[in-house]
């Protein structure tokens, strides 16, 4: 079933090693087919060179696994909570990239020091809190799908595809899996140099507003990252 689905996540989880996102198993991308509300994600544990289209588990919103002979990613609630609460996100990924897992180890989000941020992340990349105990002793990746989504509830989520959990990691997403993979290695990228900005000059302050509304709007302009706004 959905095999075409099944296929691009696949091929966007080996993006993952190939963009050096993550180490051993770490991270996964799922994709969502709205018509059927049913999405493909990584197994749970499985070696990104032992993985086969085949290998893409199916689950739908409710949690129910559709198809697949491994369990899902241990993240799964997570992806679920944000395809949930969010129609126009078709692709999620999760990593433990260095660069913005030390942003997210730090508790601070990422401030828009140049155009590169700019060109594809509208201001802040903001870090959520860490969850609590209560969240944490109970449904942990639920929780967490939860908290992203009530962030982004007041916050465009279509502006800043990404966002980063306080003593966890990055999620980022898209209209597809392939986007969200492209989201999370500009994260990265956006994520190592501004860290090094702030070592060469501890000082430094945002890009001017200016300079970020004119190459933010230039690639997105009226039309949102996802559709027409
Ligand atoms: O965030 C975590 C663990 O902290 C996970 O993302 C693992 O890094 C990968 O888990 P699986 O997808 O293999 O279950």
């Known amino acids: 079933m959905l095999e075409e689905l099944k296929k691009a996540v696949y091929e966007a989880n080996m993006l993952l090693p190939k963009y050096g996102l993550v180490t051993f198993t770490w991270g996964n991308v799922s994709q969502i087919d709205r018509e059927t509300g049913y999405f493909a994600i990584k197994p749970s544990g499985v070696d990104y060179d032992k993985l086969t289209p085949e ?123 392939h986007e969200a993979v492209h989201n999370a290695v500009v994260l990265e990228e956006v994520a190592k140099m501004a860290a090094r900005c702030e070592t060469i000059n501890p000082q430094v302050k945002p890009a001017p507003q200016e300079l970020q509304d004119k190459h933010y709007y230039r690639k997105h302009g009226a039309d949102a990252y996802y559709g027409q706004k």
Request: contains cysteine; charged residues 20%; negative net charge.
């Open 55 to 177: 290998d893409m588990v199916l689950m739908d919103l409710d949690g129910n696994k559709i198809e697949g002979k491994y369990n899902p990613s241990s993240d799964t609630p997570t992806h679920l909570e944000l395809y949930k609460a969010f129609p126009n996100i078709g692709g999620i990924v999760h990593t433990h990239s260095p660069w913005a897992t030390s942003w997210a180890q730090a508790g601070r989000g990422i401030p828009c020091y140049g155009t590169t941020h700019a060109d594809y992340m509208y201001g802040e990349i903001p870090c959520v809190r860490c969850l609590t105990k209560e969240e944490i002793d109970g449904a942990y990746e639920k929780n967490t799908g939860l908290l992203i989504a009530e962030y982004f509830k007041e916050n465009d989520y279509e502006a800043v595809p990404a966002v980063l959990c306080k003593n966890h990691g990055p999620f980022t997403w898209g209209r597809d899996g």
